[in-house]
């Protein structure tokens, strides 16, 4: 059997909150490999002002530590989703997870690890051509007997502003701190992006 994924998806509003959720599971296999998985993410955020927003997610995902089995930690296009950075104007552009559901995916780790994690998060518009947020994330092994990694906590910052019509510049800081259980350094990972966009 080739492969597979089923996936469920939930968005919508309650009040001043919104909610997006997701659970999907994988399986199949290709010759003598087979396939497994399961994920789950669920995000909630208010604007509990004209000016402010707060949120926060919870992504979890199973580890694996059958040999004969491949962990399939999360399905996206190019990166398309990083919960690292995908509250600022970089959004994917900054990649730490090699998966964005599987901890010991980043540089150093091994392992099917899967993930349990939280991060919290806000933004300020103090004008309307202005704004400025920023996340922290603790991201932690569901099966830490598969991996060197024990936890990696994450935060970012980011600044963006509204030029002119269709034109922004932003300015957005990424800094990963991993937590490893063996001789592996802990060395942070840190990255400074700037951003022009113009839209046609």
């Keep these: 059997m080739l492969p597979w994924g089923l996936g469920f998806n939930l968005s919508g509003d309650l009040g001043m909150a919104s909610l997006v959720a997701e659970i999907a599971t994988f399986g199949g296999d290709a010759g003598a490999v087979d396939f497994v998985g399961t994920q789950a993410y669920l995000k909630a ?5 004209d000016m402010v927003t707060i949120g926060g997610e919870l992504l979890y995902a199973l580890g694996n530590d059958d040999p004969n089995e491949t962990q399939i930690s999360g399905l996206s296009d190019d990166g ?4 690292v950075d995908s509250n600022t104007p970089a959004d994917a552009d900054v990649i730490i997870f090699g998966s964005p ?3 010991a995916s980043i540089p150093g780790g091994s392992g099917d690890a899967g993930m349990q994690a939280i991060t919290l998060f806000g933004e300020v518009r103090p ?5 400025l947020g920023a996340k922290i994330g603790y991201f932690s092994a569901e099966d830490d007997d598969v991996t060197n990694v024990d936890s ?11 030029v002119g019509p269709n034109t922004n510049v932003s300015l957005t800081y990424v800094l990963g701190c991993p937590d490893f259980d063996d001789a592996t350094p802990d060395e942070n990972l840190g990255v400074l992006q700037a951003k022009f966009l113009v839209k046609f």
């Design 45 to 49: 955020s208010a604007d509990v002002t």
């Design 80 to 83: 398309s989703f990083s919960p």
């Design 152 to 162: 990696l906590t994450t935060f970012n910052a980011w600044v963006a502003y509204d």
């Design 127 to 131: 004008m309307e051509a202005l704004a």
């Design 101 to 103: 559901f599987n901890v």
